[in-house]
């Protein structure tokens, strides 16, 4: 299965976890545009099909996931006050750093778990993180319980589907599409609710 010119079935079943691990890591912390939904989907579906294990790849994927969202977030905490310190741009005045410190002290533990089903959020909410200097603590509680709870959703989605339904490698591109649609839904709901507040 090829998305955005990189054949996942492939990917997985020739380097295993480690593919999960590598991906899930770029993914969440610099590089937005990578399928991370849809290649936990698919491991699920080779899973399904006992051609990767299921709990070690969950294992690779967690500690993928976490490790690039610490990167992003010390990123964040290192370059963002300085280049916001210097007031010159409109995107990076003092004003902004200010609304963001305010945002993660009141949303953060929130932020940080919702951010994880929404795809290109989950790499910028950790920047912002360390932007907004949210306490390193709790960001990595709730960076492990978010990215945990998103690992299983997604790959156990998969994995079910894969041992349910007869050649569902006929159907993974709508499937696939209606998985990335839903995973824009908590972070709608979270906006349009702080909208009405």
Same mark, same amino acid.
């Given at each position: 299965?090829?998305?955005?010119? %990189? &054949?996942l ?12 691990f ?5 993914? +969440?912390s610099?590089?937005? *545009?990578?399928?991370? &939904?849809s ?5 699920? %579906?080779?899973a399904?099909?006992? #051609? ?6 969950i294992?690779?994927g967690l ?5 690039g969202n610490?990167?992003?977030y *010390?990123?964040?905490?290192k ?8 007031? $010159? ?5 003092r004003?902004?750093?200010?609304k963001v410190?305010k945002y993660?002290?009141r949303?953060g ?6 951010? $994880?089903? %929404?795809?290109g959020? $989950?790499?910028l909410?950790?920047?912002a993180?360390?932007?907004? +200097? ?6 990595f509680? @709730?960076?492990?319980?978010?990215a945990?709870?998103?690992?299983v959703?997604i790959?156990?989605?998969g994995?079910?589907?894969g041992r349910?339904?007869?050649n569902?490698d006929? @159907?993974?591109?709508? %499937?696939i599409?209606?998985?990335?649609v839903? +995973?824009?839904i908590?972070g709608?709901?979270? @906006? #349009? $609710?702080q909208r009405?507040?």
């Amino acid at each position: 299965m090829h998305l955005f010119g %990189i &054949d996942l079935t492939e990917l997985i079943v020739h380097y295993g976890p480690l593919a999960v691990f590598v991906i899930l890591f770029a993914e +969440s912390s610099l590089i937005f *545009f990578l399928p991370g &939904d849809s290649l936990l989907f698919v491991a699920g %579906i080779l899973a399904a099909q006992h #051609l990767i294990g299921f709990w070690p790849t969950i294992l690779f994927g967690l500690v993928g996931a976490v490790l690039g969202n610490n990167f992003g977030y *010390f990123i964040g905490k290192k370059f963002g006050p300085p280049l916001f310190s210097l007031n $010159r741009w409109y995107l990076f005045k003092r004003e902004h750093i200010d609304k963001v410190q305010k945002y993660y002290e009141r949303y953060g533990p929130l932020t940080v778990v919702l951010a $994880r089903f %929404i795809p290109g959020i $989950r790499t910028l909410a950790p920047i912002a993180a360390g932007i907004g +200097s949210m306490n390193y603590t709790t960001f990595f509680i @709730y960076n492990v319980g978010g990215a945990a709870t998103w690992l299983v959703l997604i790959m156990a989605t998969g994995f079910t589907l894969g041992r349910t339904i007869p050649n569902i490698d006929h @159907y993974i591109l709508p %499937i696939i599409g209606a998985v990335i649609v839903v +995973s824009f839904i908590p972070g709608l709901i979270a @906006y #349009l $609710r702080q909208r009405k507040n």
